[in-house]
């Protein structure tokens, strides 16, 4: 048991380095170029390099005000909770940083400035697959979710989500009114993208289609599905409410290319079955996906 604790301990670090690689060069290659604030830590740092430069004539580089925001959340997160807190996150976050530096010096063949979609897009799908590997080692990347962390612990009728969401929309608005409102409407686009990117890494990438069938005839049906589409059928006990029959109802999973097998096994057998068919996010198991250890 130590041992596969200690493989997954180590697998989660190498996400981590991995997942915090792939952030760093978003932020550099789009969305600093472009100067889209999506909200967090790294908003913040686009805006001060940009402010720095402007008004002092020197750069504050973004890897140093990630690093300087990053390290006193941690500190008074871990005084709040003991030096156990957070320790994969303190890592992801002083990583970040690092990497956010190494990855400043490769040049940048993108003209980000110029294709403000273009930068949304990919710039927010490369730190959706950042972050949604970090998440994926349970940890995070500090920033605006450890200071919610550190309200909640305060406060505790605050929520975190909304306390993020505030942190995180003010600092879009102050990338508003800094940028402009033509690069504050891109960066919400690049935030979409990375919700939906992270969302697709969290909660997996295998779709499929269940159909739930409901015939005099299911024992033929789930026959035929079994024969022809090669996929086997549960029988559920169910009652029709307007008959107070007794049926057996059908509960199948395919994939999206043999749901229209599945239509036409039923419509050959019986025309008046009733099928509802929707979709399904991820499935684990016989038939589908049994290694669970994987990372998409």
């Not at 999506?38 to 001060?48: F, K, L, N, R, S």
């Not at 993208?193 to 969290?202: M, P």
Request: net charge positive; with cysteine.
């Amino acid at each position: 048991m130590e041992k596969l604790n200690n493989n997954k301990e180590l697998k989660d670090y190498i996400l981590i380095l991995i997942g915090t690689t792939i952030l760093a060069l978003g932020i550099n290659l789009f969305l600093a170029p472009s100067k889209l604030v999506t909200g967090g830590v790294t908003g913040v740092a686009i805006m001060v390099e940009y402010l720095s430069k402007t008004y002092l004539n020197v750069a504050i580089p973004i890897w140093l005000t990630n690093f300087a925001i990053n390290i006193p959340l941690f500190a008074i997160a871990i005084k709040q909770r003991g030096i156990s807190f957070g320790k994969k996150s303190l890592f992801s976050a002083i990583y970040l940083s690092i990497a956010l530096w190494y990855t400043a010096f490769i040049p940048n063949p993108f003209s980000a400035e110029s294709d403000l979609l273009l930068a949304a897009i990919f710039g927010g799908a490369l730190i959706g697959v950042g972050l949604g590997l970090v998440l994926r080692a349970s940890a995070t990347t500090g920033g605006t979710d450890m200071l919610a962390t550190i309200i909640k612990y305060k406060y505790e009728k605050f929520p975190i989500s909304k306390l993020m969401m505030v942190v995180d929309s003010s600092i879009i608005i102050m990338g508003f009114f800094i940028f402009g409102a033509r690069k504050a409407m891109y960066a919400v686009i690049c935030v979409y993208v990375v919700t939906k990117v992270v969302n697709s890494l969290l909660e997996g990438m295998h779709f499929a289609i269940a159909a739930f069938i409901i015939s005099d005839k299911s024992d033929e049906i789930a026959r035929e599905l079994l024969e022809n589409v090669k996929r086997g059928a549960t029988g559920i006990k169910a009652k029709g409410m307007y008959t107070k029959k007794d049926k057996d109802m059908l509960f199948v999973v395919v994939s999206k290319k043999e749901i229209h097998s599945v239509r036409q096994v039923v419509k050959n057998i019986d025309e008046k079955a009733f099928i509802t068919i929707t979709n399904v996010r991820e499935v684990l198991g016989e038939g589908f996906i049994e290694d669970t250890n994987t990372l998409v």
